[in-house]
């Protein structure tokens, strides 16, 4: 038996209609409603056939749901939950897919009724893309799936959502809000803000160098405009709503930058070398952990 009967989507981009796949695929007893503010983006789940009701409001597609799931932007969260609470069914789980958590928590922490259940959550997963025709029922296999469930959590209601990701495809760890948002900013927040950062140096110079720094781009700076491309609402509230978290991350990276130039500027191989091995090792650690191919080029095909 599934973990829930009927499972509600507010948000239906890359990560809603991901989740709606992979229900229909792996769950095809669940009942889905989904709603989404944008009404192209719900004319094309309609098309689509992502889930069973397209709901006019999000109050209406959580009516009834015994899981609502909120993939929203993290600046949207509270408006959303306030738009919610009054559906939410007492004995039903509310969770979301935001990147900060504690963000998450601030917003919606006293918005949830009496007898609902607020379990925060976070899949580490994810491209470039958005909207609902880039998802894709796989999207969430072999990829962990972080809750920060507060203190005093039904431990039933925990494993039913555990249940409800591993199902999906998932590993599931448990993990404290704030600690989560600092792991995150090292690991995703802090490579955007790199990425969105160099391109925009570049996008700078392409006037000065006629087009060379498209015309030549390497695999290195095409991986940064990969990441680049991601949804810029998204990005802008994950920068706004982990500010501490990745400010100090930031800072910490800023440190180690600074290390490396002063390096260059002495001729200091040793240290160079000595980073950049170290750097080889964490890559040869993701590749043995499953979290991305060891196929050359990033798996590409030419």
Known sequence: MPPFRRVALIGLGLIGSSIARAVRAR???????????????????????????????????????????????????????????????????????????????????DLVPAGVHFVPGHPVAGTERSGPEAGFASLFEGRWCILTPPDGTDPEVLGRLEAFWTGLGARVERMDARHHDLVLAITSHLPHLIAYSIVGTASDLEEVTKAEVIKYSAGGFRDFTRIAASDPTMWRDVFLMNRDAVLEMLARFSEDLAALQRAIRWGDGETLYRRFEASRAIRRAIVDAGQDTPAPDFGRSH
């Open 27 to 109: 769950m095809p007893g669940v009942a889905l409603a989904g709603h989404d503010r944008d009404a192209d983006v719900c004319e094309t789940v309609r098309r689509l056939g992502l889930v069973d009701e397209v709901a006019e409001t999000a109050a209406a597609a959580a009516r009834g749901a015994d899981l609502v799931v909120l993939a929203v932007p993290l600046g949207a969260m509270r408006a959303v939950g306030e738009a919610v609470r009054e559906a939410l069914a007492p004995g039903a789980v509310l969770t979301d897919v935001g990147s900060s958590k504690q963000a998450v928590i601030d917003a919606l922490g």
